[in-house]
């Protein structure tokens, strides 16, 4: 859903890029189901207490989802940022679901348990997930570098667990952020924001909405990692600026969104804001666990 929407500077419907199109999300998307299927189990197992939360695996979930799309497509890095976000909430569901009613507050509740109980084992299979997935921007980190191999066995040596890896990320990257925060930005920003459009508008239209929404208040840090936290900083301002205008409410707002659109795309997807998109489907498979079916 969340790639179909028409949303500016990304893969869509009517969109591409030259080497990934939006057939490869698509393939995408139907390659990590069994993923999602199973981290969801593994929060059942949890919740029923066959299994300690430290033991739901949660790396290897993301490492084998990553893996099974690498392999069914060819439009190279699809979907990674939505799968780090995605399996440990496929988890929390599980747990969720198992004790009753969808309850987002519980949900969230569980969600924290799931990410600070993971291992340095989990944090090695992250590690390689990047490898496979072969992300653009990722630049170089002060410690523990993805790209140096004498990463992982630090963290094994050191014992340091994903959650502590995320940590040292945090504060440049809004995935790993999202992560170790309790996912404010999805819970308390775009799930809100997402959910008023859905009552008022067609799917596509409170994509798109809420996609400006947390793009004018979050500078995509996929564009920040590529071309620097200034120029993310602008793209946030133009979004506020088509909101002002009112969107896709008013004629003024559509033709300032086509514009946009046009601009993030000119300089060979440096500009694609992909993180922010990452947050709009995590936001996404909350409306879903709630009952929202298009």
């Given at each position: ?9 990304n893969v ?9 199109r939006?057939e ?13 299927e199973?981290?969801?189990e ?21 490492r084998e989802?990553?893996?099974?799309i690498?392999e069914?497509?060819?439009g ?13 909430i496929?988890t ?9 009613e969808?309850d ?11 990410v600070e109980s ?9 590690y390689?997930a ?8 990722l ?16 963290i ?29 930005v999805?819970?308390?920003l775009?799930y809100?924001h ?5 009552e ?5 239209e409170?994509i798109i ?17 590529k071309?620097?936290l200034?120029k ?10 088509i ?8 004629s003024c ?7 946009f ?6 300089s060979?997807?440096?500009l694609?804001?992909?993180?922010t998109?990452?947050i ?9 666990l709630?009952?929202?079916r298009?």
């Open positions: 859903m969340e790639a179909s929407a028409h949303k500016p500077g869509s419907v009517v969109t591409n890029f030259e080497s990934t939006y490869h999300f698509l393939a995408s998307a139907v390659a990590a189901g069994s993923s999602f199973y981290a969801a593994r929060g059942i197992a949890v919740s029923s207490g066959k299994i300690r939360l430290c033991d739901v695996g949660i790396g290897r979930v993301i989802c990553v893996a099974d690498n069914w497509q060819h190279g890095n699809t979907l990674l940022g939505t799968v780090i976000l995605l399996s440990p496929a929390a569901a599980g747990m969720t679901r198992s004790e009753g969808f987002i507050s519980k949900l969230r509740e569980n969600l924290k348990l799931v993971t291992t340095p084992e989990d944090a090695v299979n992250i390689e990047i490898k496979i997935a072969n992300p653009s921007g630049g170089k980190a002060p410690r523990l570098d993805v790209n140096d191999p004498e990463s992982t066995n630090k094994l040596a050191e014992k340091t667990s994903l959650f502590e890896v995320f940590k040292i990320a945090a504060k440049y990257d809004t995935i790993c952020s999202e992560w170790v925060n309790g996912y404010p999805t819970f308390d775009a809100p997402l959910t008023n459009q859905l008022n508008k067609d799917l596509n409170a909405q809420a996609f400006l929404e947390v793009l004018a208040e979050c500078p995509d840090t996929f564009i920040a990692r071309t620097g200034e993310a900083r602008d793209i946030s301002s133009k979004a506020r600026e909101l002002e205008l009112g969107g896709l409410g008013t707002g559509k033709e300032s969104l086509a514009r659109d046009r601009q993030l795309r000119e060979s997807n440096l694609n804001p992909g993180t998109a990452d709009i489907a995590a936001a996404l498979s909350f409306c879903v709630g009952g929202y298009p």
